[in-house]
């Protein structure tokens, strides 16, 4: 008999507390699969997920489903993720973990993408890792938006800068002629 199979329906649901908990403290999650990976790459992983401000839980998909449903969030759109191994990568940044997956695999094959939900959006799929690795976080856009500001403000003082150096050399020639 399985650990999971020999809980007590207690035991489950605090589990099941604590994971909605967490997904309550994230405004977006990747379901992957990163079975096979051996000991000595999990602890890359996991340390990659800590450096680059990402939570990496991995539960039963029963205890995933419940505490999603603990959470209020409604996970039918991509119920099907749900099946094989599922690990969640948690962050507050929508692209983040798509980013954090492309480097990881540059050296491992997983994790593989099952589904996300991103900026309101659910995404269902590998297929999907580059489109989630081209969305721009709330920081890129801010940042985005500050520097189309900031472009007419600096053309209005560059022309009023050259400007008064041609005013001043206009001046200075109108009055070297009137002497």
């Known amino acids: 008999m399985k650990l999971y199979e020999k809980m007590k329906r207690e035991e489950k649901q ?10 309550k403290q994230y ?6 699969d990163i079975s096979e990976l051996n000991a000595e790459s999990t602890f890359a992983l996991r340390e990659l997920c800590f450096k680059k401000e990402i939570k990496l839980v991995v539960a039963k998909n029963t205890l995933l489903q ?11 759109e991509i119920d099907e993720a749900f099946k094989g191994h599922t690990s969640i990568l948690l962050s507050d940044t929508g ?10 695999r540059k050296k491992h094959s997983k994790p593989i993408l099952k ?14 890792l580059e489109t989630l690795n081209n ?3 709330k920081e ?11 472009s007419p403000i600096k053309n209005v003082v560059s022309a009023l800068q050259s400007g ?13 002629k009137g002497e």
């Open 14 to 23: 605090i589990i099941i507390n604590s994971l909605a908990d967490t997904i």
């Open 27 to 32: 405004s977006h999650f990747y379901l992957t």
């Open 66 to 76: 419940r505490a999603f449903n603990e959470a209020g969030v409604d996970v039918g």
């Open 95 to 104: 692209n983040r973990p798509a980013k954090l997956i492309k480097e990881f």
């Open 115 to 128: 589904a996300a939900f991103v900026e309101a959006s659910f995404y269902m799929g590998e297929e999907n």
């Open 135 to 137: 969305i721009k976080s």
């Open 140 to 150: 890129e856009l801010i940042g985005d938006v500050v520097l189309l500001l900031q």
């Open 164 to 176: 008064g150096n041609i005013l001043t050399g206009v001046l200075k020639t109108l009055g070297e």
